[in-house]
């Protein structure tokens, strides 16, 4: 079974920075596209980014294109969504997804595993 594990979530000002990280216990991780989904209060998951598993390509959500970057450490079973410019609708609990030789898609129903989410929330 391929475990996710969020961090890096927490209490930050408008205008500033946060690093979420996700571990994955998988000795393929290399094999996995990641993505990057949120959940606000009030509505559906959302996608955010996506990193492909061959070649690294990347995809933005337009909300936060020019804000997030998404990359990886295949060394490190790791992925990060680095978050600047940080706004009140930001905030949310933001989760990581797994998607095995996945193609980028911005659909939740495409990854095949999760992670149990991490909280941001962005004060104004």
């Known amino acids: 079974q391929v475990q996710l594990v969020e961090s890096g979530g927490g209490l930050v000002q408008a205008g500033h920075s946060l690093r979420l990280s996700c571990v994955v216990s998988?000795?393929?991780?290399?094999?996995?596209?990641m993505g990057w989904f949120r959940e606000a209060p009030g509505k559906d998951r959302a996608f955010v980014p996506s990193i492909r598993w061959s070649g690294g390509d990347t995809y933005y959500a337009d909300s936060v294109k020019g804000r997030f970057t998404i990359s990886r450490d295949n060394n490190k079973n790791t992925v990060y969504l680095q978050m600047n410019n940080l706004k009140p609708e930001d905030t949310a609990v933001y989760f990581c997804?797994?998607?095995?030789?996945?193609?980028?898609?911005?659909?939740?129903?495409?990854?095949?595993?999760w992670g149990e989410g991490t909280q941001v929330t962005v004060s104004s």
């Open positions: 998988s000795s393929t991780f290399r094999q996995y596209t």
């Open positions: 997804a797994a998607a095995l030789y996945g193609a980028i898609t911005l659909s939740e129903f495409a990854y095949n595993y």
